[in-house]
């Protein structure tokens, strides 16, 4: 009997559920494989993700069809060359170091500091939704220069990642995804009818008064807002929900961690690329190509997993365990090449920042046993929520 895996028996229910045994099996048996339940070729072993990643003149990220611009419209992350350069290099400062100098000492710590503190007086929180949210929904405000509520951001991100993800072209997901960015056009449309008082210092600031280019039309400015949403909370949040439920499910981890608070940027990289936060980077093939062994026609749309090369046990070894003391190279988590995630930076320091205010304030952190922990998604995976008990 054949029990060799087929794109046609995947379903995005599985991927959705776990797709890291299905990554294996494709890296195994078919590392270029199409999976019509997504519409995409899925490309899962480390050195032909790297290099689709590495070649845009070979395969693009200028995808007009894709469920992301589907969802926000022509965006900085599906356009390529001189349209690209300038997009990110209008917004990429606002995420620099040198322009967030003014969030890690003063809204990061203080905002992480206020919640964990929260935390140990109760005892228990649930460290998804009372920790890692609203840390990085209010460090996101403060760096796009937007001033809605914790709770319509967060919904905001919602909405649009269930489109950014809709690869299947759902109806009923694509119209709640559509609704979203309706509501967020509308919002900006307010707000940018005194464009004078958006705050300096921001990337919505320096998308409505570029420096060294000409101005971006307001379709460009909102559907750029949407994509630094979902990436914001996508690099931020789920990346500490990420390292969090990494280390609570790896006490003996955990323990060298507090023993030694130097080693959770280890412990940051290590659980990104042990669950990877963002699964894939869409790209269109721009012609006839070979990945593999696998021929694929111009015009091929595929999906690069990030998550399965971060698992490939030709660059990693026992690549499903969580091993912070592991030194064999870097990830692709945050992708690579000149689509390289534009806010990994904050991300690494608010994470940074956040686990180790954290574990400063809330002694003893453990999960509740009795409250199992969901872990979903293909595209965007990170826990639903942390049950866990603390004290000072």
Known sequence: MDNSI?????SEAQLEADPYPIYRRLQEEAPVCWIPSVNLWLVTRWVDVEYVCKHPEAFSA?????????????????????????????????????????CPGGV????????????AKRGEADL?????????????????????SDETLLRWSDGLAAGAS??????????????????????????????????????????????????????????NVKLLIIGGLKTTGDLISVALYALLTH???LEKVLANPQLIDASIEEAIRWLSPVGTATRRALGECALSGTRLPAGAMMGAVLAAANRDP????????????????SHLAFATGPHACVGALLGRYEGRVGIRVLLENAKALRLNSEIPVEVRGWEFRAPKALHAAARR
């Open 108 to 119: 990061i710590e203080s905002v992480a500091r206020d919640l964990a503190e929260s935390i």
């Open 128 to 148: 998804v939704a009372e920790f890692a949210q609203p840390l990085s929904l209010r460090v996101l405000k403060q760096v796009l220069g937007i001033d809605v």
């Open 62 to 102: 200028e995808i007009p069809d894709s469920a992301l611009t589907r969802t926000i419209g022509a965006n900085m992350l599906h356009s390529d060359g001189p349209a690209h350069r300038r997009l990110r290099n209008i917004v990429e400062p606002a995420f620099r170091q040198s322009a967030i100098g003014h």
């Open 6 to 10: 087929s794109g046609t028996s995947i």
């Open 166 to 223: 809709n690869f299947s072209a759902e109806a009923g997901r694509q119209a709640y995804a559509d609704a979203i960015t309706a509501e967020i056009d509308t919002y900006l449309e307010e707000r940018l009818q005194n464009p004078e008082a958006v705050p300096k210092n921001t990337a919505l600031h320096a998308m409505v008064f570029p420096e060294t280019a000409q101005p971006l039309s307001r379709e460009e400015i909102s559907s």
């Open 251 to 253: 006490p003996d981890q």
């Open 314 to 329: 030709r660059m990693f070894s026992h690549p499903d365990r969580f091993d912070i003391l592991r030194r064999e190279g």
